[in-house]
């Protein structure tokens, strides 16, 4: 009865650590299927997809804002449209993605914004002529 129970045992923590292990290849399976959900709805091709850390803007116990890193996925659209980068917005915005003001920065070289929906968190930085997008879950 000991050999049971211990046996059973066993197979619940090597299928709990099998589990947990494969929790951050799901995470960046997730942030690849967002990409291409984003290019199937936007007809916009992404270029260079590649790990990354996403530095996201929070404000912490004391009111100050600090800056939280997760692995994450960015990708570049080259020679971006003003067409173009109209739809990649209007993704986010048509799809319950909030704008968050502690990511947002705009300048006459370009534009920073973060978007925000549930545990995905993307950044979008925009210059006259490319635009990277850089996705965590």
Same mark, same amino acid.
């Given at each position: 009865?000991?050999? /049971?129970?211990?046996?059973? /045992?066993?197979?619940?923590?090597?299928?709990? /650590?099998?589990?947990?292990? *494969? $929790?951050? =290849? #799901? #995470?960046?399976?997730?942030?690849? &299927?967002?990409?291409?959900?984003?290019?199937?709805?936007?007809?916009?091709?992404?270029?260079?997809? @590649?790990?990354?850390?996403?530095?996201?803007?929070? =404000?912490?116990?004391? #009111?100050?804002?600090?800056? =939280?890193? %997760?692995?994450?996925?960015?990708?570049? =659209?080259?020679?971006?449209?003003?067409?173009?980068? %109209?739809?990649?917005?209007? &993704?986010?915005?048509?799809?319950?993605?909030?704008?968050?003001?502690?990511?947002?920065?705009?300048?006459? @070289?370009?534009?920073?914004?973060?978007? $925000?929906?549930?545990?995905?968190?993307?950044?979008?930085? @925009?210059?006259?002529?490319?635009?990277? /997008? *850089?996705?965590?879950?």
């Amino acid at each position: 009865m000991k050999k /049971i129970i211990i046996f059973i /045992i066993l197979i619940i923590a090597l299928f709990t /650590i099998f589990l947990l292990g *494969n $929790r951050k =290849v #799901e #995470e960046k399976e997730n942030i690849v &299927f967002f990409f291409d959900l984003m290019e199937k709805d936007t007809n916009i091709n992404f270029s260079n997809i @590649q790990n990354s850390i996403l530095e996201w803007k929070v =404000v912490d116990e004391n #009111e100050d804002v600090v800056t =939280v890193e %997760r692995s994450s996925k960015i990708a570049e =659209v080259k020679n971006i449209t003003e067409n173009e980068s %109209r739809k990649l917005y209007s &993704f986010f915005e048509e799809n319950g993605f909030e704008l968050d003001i502690y990511n947002l920065a705009d300048s006459p @070289q370009g534009s920073i914004k973060g978007y $925000r929906k549930d545990k995905v968190y993307c950044i979008i930085t @925009q210059d006259y002529i490319d635009m990277n /997008i *850089n996705c965590a879950i």
